[in-house]
């Protein structure tokens, strides 16, 4: 993933996170969509195994997948 939508997942999570502790992969991909984020971006969030996240964990896990 390019620097510049390795920026935009981060302010995505950003958001996404905003008073929330823990979301699911399936909340964030929906969010994703909703953001109208890049393909590439909308890629690695699919790719986001099932289950749970907090914010450092998700940001980690799609940086993992993203590289």
């Keep these: 993933m390019d ?3 390795a920026k ?3 302010a995505y999570l950003d958001d996404a996170y905003a008073a929330q502790e823990r979301l699911s992969s ?3 991909q929906r969010g994703a969509i909703a953001a ?3 393909a590439e971006v909308l890629t690695v ?3 986001l195994p099932q289950g749970e996240y907090a914010q450092d964990e ?4 799609l940086r993992t997948l993203g590289a």
């Design 26 to 28: 399936a909340a964030l």
């Design 45 to 47: 969030i699919d790719s």
């Design 3 to 5: 620097q510049d939508n």
């Design 36 to 38: 109208d984020l890049p």
């Design 58 to 61: 998700a940001a980690e896990a």
């Design 8 to 10: 935009l997942l981060d």
